[in-house]
């Protein structure tokens, strides 16, 4: 999967809501290590993938941004 990396310039959402999931270990370990392989944190790419399930069900919503770790270090920095 592409992660839409078009707003990583923009200001953090100054609204944030919890979403909490009950996944089975394994699949939880799995999707956490592919999200690492890809230098996304799981909660960035969940986040991408709730954006385009609404996008592709014609749900307007303005896109938040989407930092990578690397991203974060290089500011930081």
Known sequence: MVVD????????????????ILIDADKKKAFDDLCASQDVTSSQ???????DYLDRHGVDVEPGPLRTKRLRRTRAS
Do not use: G, P, V, W
């Open 45 to 51: 790419m969940i986040r991408q993938l709730i954006k």
């Open 5 to 20: 990396k078009s707003a990583q310039d923009k200001a953090a959402d100054e609204k944030a809501a919890r979403f909490t």
